[in-house]
């Protein structure tokens, strides 16, 4: 659980790198375009393109984020509750002393 824990977070940062290249380019290619550098056509490729990249993107660190919760939502079931705590040590207490139901005195 814990190599999976480290391996989301190489993954997020992986993301986080590539959505950032992501936005530098889109904020590339708008300057380009004011500037008459590049061609409404050529723009309008990168632009969609960049888009597409960056629905990916998202959608993968939706999925991280989700695994993530879904991970922390098991680990925090797996801890046994003070009541079941509680109940293991009465009946434990209760084998020791001869008095858990079912016994013979």
Aim: negative net charge.
């Amino acid at each position: 659980m814990i190599s999976r824990k480290i391996q989301i977070a190489k993954d997020s940062e992986v993301l986080n790198r590539r959505m950032n290249e992501q936005n530098a380019l889109n904020e590339r290619a708008i300057k380009a375009k004011l500037n008459g550098e590049l061609a409404e056509n050529d723009f309008q490729t990168i632009k969609r393109s960049i888009t597409e990249e960056i629905s990916k993107i998202e959608a993968a660190i939706q999925s991280l984020d989700a695994e993530t919760s879904t991970m922390e939502a098991l680990v925090a079931n797996q801890h046994p509750s003070s009541e079941f705590c509680a109940g293991v040590e009465e009946r434990q207490y209760e084998a020791e002393a001869g008095t858990a139901v079912g016994s013979v005195p």
